[in-house]
């Protein structure tokens, strides 16, 4: 039975961008690339003058918190606490910013992100800025008007600003990203979106079905996944609308897809007469369908590098990673480590591999990456419970996986050092994640 | 989903002939005259000897070769009984529980004073009759497959046919050559040890290991669909060897 989708409404939410975005100031390259001692100092948005009230309050009580925790995630900067922070709340940043009072604090903060907000007849407005603290002059601002039920979203377009413009655009931030995972409803599995953080989640299919291993095509238009109809079969749906692009069923075994990085091809493990999965790539309607691996071994779990030029997978009993071209020849396997690795996902920067590696009778699986030239191995996650499933965000500096180390799947955030790792699923049964691509930016 | 065991009752059902004993007793009775004309010349002096009796039954008086039967006789009168075929001299009354390897008529003969008398039994011995399942008109398809397809299990990380697997798969083959009609889906399971994408290709390569086997032994490849659930589907939850090894299953479901 053909799962049911939702239309849903990201298309909604991205058209807003628009009239979010009302302004921007200068833009200034304020680094060639970002700088280790980075201070970022994160003074909460206050109500403008002549604004009040607990609506107010509470939407920027939401709208600091979300700002702090994008910005200390970003792993770009140094935040500093804000318990060392002057003590006036900083309205008018021209009059209310005490460069003697911040310079007397035991950080050398390099920056620090202010701003207002007001809120009538529910429409938020919330005007931001970054202002430079050695050279004691605004940076750069932004201002966000919406629904009061958007301040989220402001706030992460806020955090993203910020990444960009310090990063001076070498990374665009990951707090407007969205990661695609599968979530356990009884005996069905149904593919869920939400936001990086974790809110906002919103089931893509309903149709009560199995439904497994989501992936993003590389610009978010669509997601690939595995659909039982009956059998296990490549499903393609447009995310802006929700419609399913047609694919041909095989009524045999299809597995794990993967958008090319140009999206016009996808790459997945199919059956063929000789009984065991090979990997094909086609075109996004199933047509120009070749073998690559054209192997007796189980071949599974296909992911492009960033060129589209090469293939990463595993194969054999149990799974070995292996990398090819994308024509299938070049054959060589990375990591020679043995034991049993699955779901290789090729960084954004062509330069990793991230993977789930155990020995091969171990009842536990670890979050690995390895060099996709050296095939050199660094271990990301430790400790309790099993680590699956990798995804890299974007930006190539944080990975999504899924653990059982709560007594239940869910899906964690970490940055590519293995730190600051956050829980951002928190019931029932949450695996499978796939990290989105950069959403449209004006 | 866990299926018991069912004994089929396929065990060759006997239709036993009870046939009540059937001995025939056959008297045969001393002449009174002629002993008497024997003794005329001096005159019968005493009264005549009672004539002896004797009967002779086998139950039951048909039997497949290898089984026993019971042979009974009871005499009255008589001096000295004895039976033929390897039996001997017995009591007056009496039983013996006998296996003769094929078809035998035994002759009792009772001897006294009066006379004798004799009796016979027959004991029918036939072959042993074949084992045919029961008659399959009166089990339906679905019972049928409850009863005699069973699933198979596989080693960790293994989709090849081991002995048991091997032997499972030859009964299910017969009881589909019988059953021409039903038609079948083979699941591919694994235990939760490996990887969810790795799992779903070898529970996919179980159960076409199972398919490929059926069809090696003759059964029509359109008979049978597989379906792999990896292991999304686990009959057992625990952690533990004995749970993954009932996950690691090739399942039967009838369509």
Known sequence: ?442 | MKRSPVLLASTALLLAVMLSASGCAKKVSPDPAAVDRADGAREASTAPAPAPTITLTASPSAIEKGQSTTLSWQSTNATGVNITGGIGTVEASGSRTISPGASTTYTARATGRGGDAVAEARVTVSAPVAVTPPPSAAVSDAAFFEAAIKDVFFGLDEYSINEDARRALIANARALAERPGIRVTIEGHCDERGSEKYNLALGDRRANSARDFLISQGIDSARIDTISYGEERPFCEEQNEECWQLNRRAHFVMR
């Not at chain 1, 071209?325 to 330069?351: L, M, Y």
């Not at chain 1, 155990?358 to 050296?374: G, Q």
Request: hydrophobic letters at 35%; aromatic letters at 12%; one cysteine or more.
């Open chain 1, 1 to 442: 039975m053909p799962a049911k989708i939702a239309c849903f409404l990201l298309l909604v939410f991205f058209s807003a961008q628009p009239s979010l975005l009302t302004q921007e100031s200068s833009r200034v390259t304020l680094f060639p690339k970002p700088a280790e001692d980075l201070i970022l100092a994160v003074a909460d948005v206050q109500p403008a003058p002549g604004n009040a009230g607990g609506e107010l309050a509470s939407a920027l009580e939401t709208f600091n918190r979300v700002l702090y925790d994008d910005l200390s995630f970003a792993g770009f900067f140094t935040i500093a606490g804000r318990g060392f922070y002057p003590p006036k709340p900083i309205v008018r940043p021209e009059t209310d910013i005490d460069y003697e009072a911040w310079d007397s604090i035991p950080f050398k903060v390099s920056f620090v992100t202010v701003g207002s907000a007001s809120l009538s007849r529910n429409v938020l407005r919330v005007e931001t800025s970054v202002y430079d603290m050695k050279q004691r002059k605004r940076a750069f601002g932004k201002a966000y008007t919406g629904d009061p039920g958007q301040v989220r979203t402001m706030a992460h377009y806020w955090a993203d600003e910020i990444v960009y413009q310090l990063t001076a655009g070498t990374s665009r931030g990951i707090a407007s990203t969205r990661i695609a995972y599968v979530s356990r409803k009884g005996d069905a599995k149904e593919i869920h979106t939400m936001d990086y953080d974790g809110q906002n989640s919103r089931a893509f299919t309903h149709g009560g079905g199995l439904n497994l291993f989501p992936t993003w095509a590389p610009d978010n238009s669509k997601l690939a996944f595995v659909s039982y109809r009956p059998n296990p079969e490549i499903t393609i749906y447009s995310y802006l609308d929700g419609s399913r692009l047609p694919f041909p069923m095989f009524n045999t075994f299809a597995s794990s897809p993967a958008i090319s990085p140009d999206g016009s091809e996808v790459i997945f493990a199919l059956r063929t007469p000789r009984g065991d999965p090979d990997l094909f790539i086609s075109r996004l309607d199933g047509s120009n369908r070749r073998n690559i691996t054209n192997n007796p071994a189980i071949d599974s779990s296909p992911t492009w590098s960033p060129s589209g030029r090469q293939i990463a997978y595993i194969s054999g009993m149990p799974g070995q990673i292996h990398i090819c071209d994308a024509d299938g020849s070049n054959v060589r396997r990375v990591v020679k480590e043995g034991g049993d690795a699955d779901n290789v996902a090729w960084s954004p920067d062509g330069r990793w591999l991230a993977f789930q590696w155990k020995p091969r009778l171990s009842p536990r699986y670890e979050i690995f990456i390895a060099d996709a030239a050296s095939g050199a191995v660094r271990q990301l996650t430790s400790g309790a419970g099993s680590n699956e499933s990798p995804t890299w965000a974007p930006d190539g500096r944080h990975l999504a996986f899924q653990s059982n180390r709560s007594g239940s799947w869910q899906i964690y955030t970490m940055l590519l050092e293995g730190t600051e790792p956050r829980q951002i699923t928190h019931s029932g049964n949450n695996t499978s994640p796939s990290w989105s691509g950069y959403f449209l930016r004006d």
